[in-house]
């Protein structure tokens, strides 16, 4: 079996299903912390075929409750070898007991119609999973803080070569030196209008504290609301169709006519 194989394989086999009781663990800990989860995993289609993969975000509220499912909407280049392509029905703002939060992955953070579907829901805390890095990607992190008027937290993935356990095919051969970065991380919190307040958190792996003052959105959004008073709706419109996007659909076989 060539390698690819052997990694997606083991990349299905270690899926998530949100039709079982994978979540379970992360659900208790949000309920027995009363806290708020937002946590990008890989998830397995659980409706159709079970064999398609996505890259997706869930978020979980702190009595445990899934919220909101997000599958990332555009695989990027060679990411649409491995996952499948989301719909809208995710694209959600919700209310949390920390404020209103929404999210997106990676890069469809550069997708500016996605950003726009967010920003017209109210998002307060905009929170972005992602396997980018470095300084290109806190400075776009740091504009979309200045176009939303929002708080955006960039959760980085910071990992060494000697974090990959060797059961992993081909660890040894593509990573030899266990101390290697693979990815930096760079987590950040940065404020509404762009300035960084924590982080970012490079090549070290820990927990980001920061203090979200939500009275912030409204002042930063008293000079630029690009949903609001800085729209122009008679020259630009955006439509988002929520439906889930689904290949096939079953319909009940009609009961026999009497007579």
């Known amino acids: 079996m060539a ?3 052997k990694l997606h394989a083991l990349l299905l086999a270690n899926a998530v299903s949100l039709d079982g009781n994978d979540l379970t663990p992360l659900r208790e800990a949000a309920k ?3 806290v708020t989860v937002v946590c990008g995993i890989d998830e ?3 409706e159709f075929s079970r064999g398609t993969l996505y890259n997706t975000v869930v978020v979980i509220g702190p009595d445990g409750d899934l919220l909101n499912r997000h599958r990332k909407l555009m695989p990027t280049n060679p990411e649409r070898m491995v996952w499948g392509f989301g719909d809208a029905s995710g694209l959600k ?3 949390t007991p920390c404020g209103r939060i929404g999210t997106l992955i990676c890069w469809e953070n550069y997708m500016p119609l996605a950003r726009c579907a967010l920003y017209a829901q109210g998002v307060q805390i905009y929170i972005a999973p992602t396997y980018d890095s470095g300084d290109k990607w806190i400075g776009t992190l740091q504009h979309i803080a200045r176009e939303g008027g929002c708080w955006v937290v960039g959760s980085g993935m910071a990992f060494r070569a000697g974090d990959i356990p060797d059961s992993v095919p081909g660890q040894s051969e593509l990573y030899p030196d266990a101390e290697e ?3 930096p991380g760079d987590s950040v919190v940065i404020e509404p209008g762009g300035k960084i307040v924590a982080g970012p958190m490079r090549r070290e792996v820990g927990i980001l504290y920061a203090e979200v003052d939500l009275e912030r959105v409204g002042i930063a959004q008293r000079s630029l609301d690009v ?4 729209s122009r709706p008679d020259i630009f419109q955006l439509r988002v169709n929520r439906t889930a996007l689904i290949p096939v659909e079953f319909e009940a076989p009609q009961s026999a006519q009497n007579g």
């Open 44 to 46: 397995r289609d659980a």
């Open 93 to 95: 703002v919700l209310d």
């Open 3 to 5: 390698l690819a194989e």
């Open 32 to 34: 027995k912390h009363k």
């Open 227 to 230: 949903v609001g008073h800085y």
């Open 181 to 183: 970065w693979i990815n």
